[in-house]
Structure formats: structure tokens, C-alpha cells
């Protein structure tokens, strides 16, 4: 006999969250960090080691992950530093 698939269910892969679940994890693998940053790893890397970013190492397990909160201050220091920037552009422009 064969195996019969449940019409309208889509062929997932067993490790790959839901959107539901992956909203409420607490950390990410650095793939989910660039996706929810619109970035790439290598650039998600690269804020990791400028310190950016703290790479979390549960203990005992060989893998690394970033903190949710971590990823969503870094955006709120983006977004200060952008408005900043956009301020300080707008105020240079009345002086001249």
C-alpha cells in the first residue's frame, strides 16, 4: 500500500519552525537573525564580531544563536542613529 498525503497539506521540513512558533522563540539560529534583519549571515557574522551582536553558546552543545531582544535593540540603535543622522543632515542644511 502506499502512502497517501492529506490534500491541501504542504511537505515541510520537520525542522523548520512555524511562522506562530518562531515568533515566540526566545533565540535564533543566525539564518532566522539575517531574515528578520533583511541582511545576509555573512552580515549577521559581521555584527557578531563587531560586537554588534552577542553570539549565546548553550553549554554543552556546539552551536550559537542570538538573542530575539538582542536582534530587536540592535534595530532600535539603528533607528536612533538614523533619526540622528537625518536631524543633524536637516540642521546642517539651515546653517549653510
Known sequence: ???????????TDSRAPSVGEADRRLLLRIREAAELLALSERQVWSLITAGELRPIRPIGIRL???AREDVVALVDRWREQSQGAAFGDAARDDVG
Open 1 to 11: 500500500m502506499s502512502e497517501q498525503r492529506q490534500p491541501g497539506r504542504a511537505e
Open 64 to 66: 550559537i544563536r542570538v
